[in-house]
């Protein structure tokens, strides 16, 4: 069974930072924890960042220069660093894992930040 587990997520400021982190564990010969998406009240799921097992980034271009994802290969851990958030970061953010050619979503976490 696979386990896609997020965790960071809370409320912050405006101007403050949060550490995200997902972890995939379970039974699979091929893991790939590809980062993350984001889903705001009312709107629809939207890429954050991902990060290739190569180390290769792609950002949506409203958090680049303010997020950061990072990997973990060796503990198949994905690390995404937010700084400089706004009220429009708020979102529930999910981490996305491909296991063995199968997509699996985390049950997501709130970033909340106020203004």
């Known amino acids: 069974q696979v386990r896609v587990v997020e965790s960071g997520g809370g409320l912050v400021q405006v101007g403050g930072s949060l550490r995200l982190s997902c972890a995939v564990s379970?039974?699979?010969?091929?893991?790939?924890?590809r980062g993350w998406y984001r889903q705001a009240p009312g709107k629809q799921r939207e890429l954050v960042a991902t990060?290739?097992?190569?180390?290769?980034?792609n950002y949506v271009d409203s958090v680049k220069g303010r997020f950061t994802v990072s990997r973990d290969n060796a503990k198949n851990t994905v690390y995404l660093q937010m700084n400089s958030l706004k009220p429009e970061d708020t979102a529930v953010y999910y981490c996305?894992?491909?296991?063995?050619?199968?997509?699996?979503w985390g049950q997501g976490t709130q970033v909340t930040v106020s203004s």
């Open positions: 996305q894992a491909i296991v063995d050619f199968r997509v699996y």
């Open positions: 379970g039974s699979g010969s091929s893991i790939d924890v």
């Open positions: 990060i290739g097992s190569g180390g290769n980034t």
